[in-house]
């Protein structure tokens, strides 16, 4: 009995040959650069973690490339959410995407950039089904509008909510209270 | 008669249409206020769609009006059943930012209370869970152990829904006196509760018939769907966050990552239970390396003084105002931290603008992601079944809402 628990123990050490923190993000960058040169220098590294910063037409070529990519192999979309930047400031909006690898167990920030004026993104739900809800509340809080999205609604606010409430110009407590009748 | 509302007027419907109904949001087993437009044929769910937000409050937006000592106590009811887990995951993203090093004996305590809590929400899940298919007793059963991780909570925090026992750089206070031999008595007594968990429903045929083969969701899918936690493990997929990427010290405890071939109801089940078991094993590691210590980080720009050196000198004094009144910088950036929460990955995205309120705050709330997934879970079963599936997902509508 115990030297079955030993051999399961050993074959998940094996399974698991880079547990994230020992991995120091350098070598993912350099594999980033080098299974996507067209990236540049845009790679950025802070805080232990990577951060790519993507034209928003490369955005769905780039997902799909990294899903099942050699050695990336980001076939997780842990987690996908927007950011106002504030009113003033040009791109205003950034949508951030957070692959994140069940194999190999790393982690990367993609970040597309909008503007104000042009908030529109290609969706992201036909790679990863998960992004669909993400890319409501997205949509619900912030308006960015996430173009080919099979159910575009409102998720977390009433349907006939007016405004973005996650938008810095929003005010905190809303513009008028809100009657449910 | 013509002047009834066209909803009201009496159609002949055929029987065999399909149906669509409204189940929640004042539904005992939608486990808060979740609203489900079921499409049905017969008893036979054609199309299931959650309808969620009745719990919403703002909270992403309330982060940023807060400093961030003071958003703690935002994540406290997020997740109600995991409150500690939501604090880890708020202050690692803010400690990340600002570079801080957490003594020894402040992580060791943050693993032994997140375990106990790990606990304390999963019973709540088998209560409710068991609860909702039939079998009340094991729901006594379960509160009854639930109480007495609620009293250790409450005795070394004060709280015991809303500890916000966990700060930016530390804990808020020491563990009273005697608290290891309190923990140490719950801990002996608790395999034979799991126990007696067991003997009540993993043997029993109505429970089995239940929840085998019921709500099968394939490997693939699962991560295709985001699920996380024992959503994700019950599909087979050894993945936990505590062993993928470790924090708090997690690589230097000795646990397994249970998982189950099933991918059905009954598989969640019993991943669940055996984590309880795992968690159990990590309570008494933690147990045995709690060495004494400092608790707090040695930034005295971030971490509140003690009470007695506040008084005492003038620094200290100085800091403490500072913190109160202004709170503290954060160095510009931004971080994702996910954490293994009992339910799942619970990954808080943290922006700072240098200021001393963040710009951005966004979770990731497991049950959100998990929920997402319903209507392929659903889809094919009967509407009783309904019932047992969102049970095995164990949702918590306070963190989908936010």
Same mark, same amino acid.
């Given at each position: 009995?115990?030297?079955?628990?030993?051999?399961?123990?050993?074959?998940?050490?094996?399974?698991?040959?880079?547990?994230?923190?020992?991995?120091?993000?350098?070598?993912?960058?350099?594999?980033?650069?080098?299974?996507?040169?067209?990236?540049?220098?845009?790679?950025?590294?802070?805080?232990?973690?990577v951060t790519v910063v993507v034209p928003r037409?490369?955005?769905?070529?780039?997902?799909?490339?990294?899903?099942?990519?050699?050695?990336?192999?980001?076939?997780?979309?842990?987690?996908?959410?927007?950011?106002?930047?504030?009113?003033?400031?040009?791109?205003?909006?950034?949508?951030?995407?957070?692959?994140?690898?069940?194999?190999?167990?790393?982690?990367?920030?993609?970040?597309?950039?909008?503007?104000?004026?042009?908030?529109?993104?290609?969706?992201?739900?036909?790679?990863?089904?998960?992004?669909?809800?993400?890319?409501?509340?997205?949509?619900?809080?912030?308006?960015?509008?996430?173009?080919?999205?099979?159910?575009?609604?409102?998720?977390?606010?009433?349907?006939?909510?007016?405004?973005?409430?996650?938008?810095?110009?929003?005010?905190?407590?809303?513009?008028?209270?809100?009657?449910?009748? | 008669?013509?002047?009834?509302?066209?909803?009201?007027?009496?159609?002949?419907?055929?029987?065999?249409?399909?149906?669509?109904?409204?189940?929640?949001?004042?539904?005992?087993?939608?486990?808060?206020?979740?609203?489900?437009?079921?499409?049905?044929?017969?008893?036979?769910?054609?199309?299931?769609?959650?309808?969620?937000?009745?719990?919403?409050?703002?909270?992403?937006?309330?982060?940023?009006?807060?400093?961030?000592?003071?958003?703690?106590?935002?994540?406290?009811?997020?997740?109600?059943?995991?409150?500690?887990g939501n604090n880890l995951a708020y202050v690692?993203?803010?400690?990340?930012?600002?570079?801080?090093?957490?003594?020894?004996?402040?992580?060791?305590?943050?693993?032994?209370?997140?375990?106990?809590?790990?606990?304390?929400?999963?019973?709540?899940?088998?209560?409710?869970?068991?609860?909702?298919?039939?079998?009340?007793?094991?729901?006594?059963?379960?509160?009854?152990?639930?109480?007495?991780?609620?009293?250790? !909570?409450?005795?070394?925090?004060?709280? &015991? #829904?809303? =500890?916000?026992?966990?700060?930016?750089?530390?804990?808020?206070?020491? %563990? *009273?006196?005697?608290?290891?031999?309190?923990v140490k008595q719950f801990i002996d007594g608790?395999?034979?509760?799991?126990?007696?968990?067991?003997?009540?429903?993993?043997?029993?045929?109505?429970?089995?018939?239940?929840?085998?083969?019921?709500?099968?969701?394939?490997?693939?899918?699962?991560?295709?769907?985001?699920?996380?936690?024992?959503?994700?493990?019950?599909?087979?997929?050894?993945?936990?966050?505590?062993?993928?990427?470790?924090?708090?010290?997690?690589?230097?405890?000795?646990?397994?990552?249970?998982?189950?071939?099933?991918?059905?109801?009954?598989?969640?089940?019993?991943?669940?239970?055996?984590?309880?078991?795992?968690?159990?094993? !990590?309570?008494?590691?933690?147990?045995? &390396? #709690?060495? =004494?210590?400092?608790?707090?980080?040695?930034?005295?720009?971030?971490? %509140? *003084?003690?009470?007695?050196?506040?008084?005492?000198?003038?620094?200290?004094?100085?800091?403490?105002?500072?913190?109160?009144?202004?709170?503290?910088?954060?160095?510009?950036?931004?971080?994702?931290?996910?954490?293994?929460?009992?339910?799942?990955?619970?990954?808080?995205?943290?922006?700072?603008?240098?200021?001393?309120?963040?710009?951005?705050?966004?979770?990731?709330?497991?049950?959100?992601?998990?929920?997402?997934?319903?209507?392929?879970?659903?889809?094919?079963?009967?509407?009783?079944?309904?019932?047992?599936?969102?049970?095995?997902?164990?949702?918590?509508?306070?963190?989908?809402?936010?």
């Amino acid at each position: 009995m115990s030297n079955g628990v030993e051999n399961k123990q050993g074959a998940e050490e094996q399974a698991e040959p880079t547990p994230s923190n020992a991995v120091t993000p350098s070598p993912l960058v350099t594999a980033l650069q080098h299974a996507y040169p067209e990236w540049g220098g845009e790679v950025t590294e802070a805080f232990g973690e990577v951060t790519v910063v993507v034209p928003r037409e490369k955005i769905v070529e780039i997902c799909r490339f990294l899903k099942t990519a050699p050695g990336l192999e980001f076939n997780f979309l842990s987690d996908l959410c927007g950011a106002d930047r504030g009113p003033e400031e040009e791109p205003r909006f950034e949508v951030n995407y957070h692959l994140f690898s069940t194999t190999r167990h790393h982690r990367l920030r993609l970040k597309v950039l909008l503007n104000d004026n042009d908030t529109h993104v290609p969706t992201v739900s036909f790679i990863w089904r998960t992004a669909n809800w993400h890319e409501r509340e997205t949509f619900d809080l912030l308006g960015v509008i996430f173009d080919g999205h099979p159910d575009l609604r409102r998720i977390l606010l009433p349907d006939d909510w007016q405004g973005h409430a996650l938008r810095k110009d929003f005010p905190l407590r809303g513009y008028e209270p809100y009657s449910l009748t | 008669m013509s002047s009834l509302p066209p909803q009201f007027e009496i159609v002949d419907r055929p029987l065999d249409t399909q149906m669509t109904i409204s189940m929640g949001p004042q539904h005992p087993s939608t486990h808060g206020v979740l609203r489900l437009e079921l499409v049905l044929d017969g008893e036979m769910v054609v199309k299931a769609t959650p309808d969620i937000g009745y719990l919403h409050t703002g909270m992403e937006k309330l982060f940023e009006y807060k400093k961030y000592q003071q958003g703690i106590v935002i994540t406290d009811r997020m997740d109600y059943l995991n409150p500690l887990g939501n604090n880890l995951a708020y202050v690692m993203a803010a400690e990340k930012l600002l570079a801080l090093e957490i003594p020894e004996r402040a992580q060791v305590i943050r693993v032994l209370m997140c375990e106990l809590q790990r606990i304390a929400s999963h019973l709540v899940w088998l209560g409710t869970h068991a609860l909702d298919i039939g079998a009340m007793t094991v729901f006594f059963y379960c509160f009854r152990e639930r109480e007495k991780i609620l009293n250790l !909570i409450e005795a070394a925090s004060g709280g &015991r #829904l809303t =500890p916000s026992y966990f700060r930016i750089g530390g804990l808020m206070m020491d %563990l *009273p006196s005697g608290f290891e031999r309190r923990v140490k008595q719950f801990i002996d007594g608790f395999l034979s509760s799991l126990a007696e968990f067991h003997t009540l429903l993993s043997g029993n045929r109505i429970f089995q018939n239940r929840t085998k083969g019921i709500g099968y969701i394939s490997a693939e899918d699962a991560i295709d769907w985001g699920l996380s936690g024992p959503c994700l493990r019950g599909s087979g997929v050894a993945l936990d966050i505590r062993r993928a990427n470790p924090y708090t010290g997690y690589e230097n405890y000795d646990f397994e990552v249970p998982t189950e071939e099933g991918g059905d109801v009954w598989a969640r089940y019993m991943v669940r239970m055996r984590e309880m078991e795992e968690s159990h094993k !990590i309570v008494v590691q933690a147990l045995a &390396r #709690l060495q =004494p210590g400092p608790i707090k980080a040695d930034a005295p720009h971030v971490v %509140l *003084p003690d009470r007695e050196a506040m008084k005492t000198h003038m620094d200290a004094l100085i800091h403490h105002f500072l913190i109160v009144t202004e709170g503290f910088r954060v160095p510009a950036g931004e971080v994702y931290h996910a954490i293994e929460g009992s339910k799942g990955e619970l990954g808080v995205y943290m922006k700072s603008d240098g200021g001393p309120k963040p710009s951005r705050v966004h979770v990731r709330g497991p049950s959100f992601v998990n929920l997402s997934a319903l209507p392929q879970l659903a889809e094919g079963e009967m509407v009783a079944d309904v019932v047992a599936i969102i049970g095995s997902l164990d949702i918590v509508l306070g963190e989908i809402d936010r």
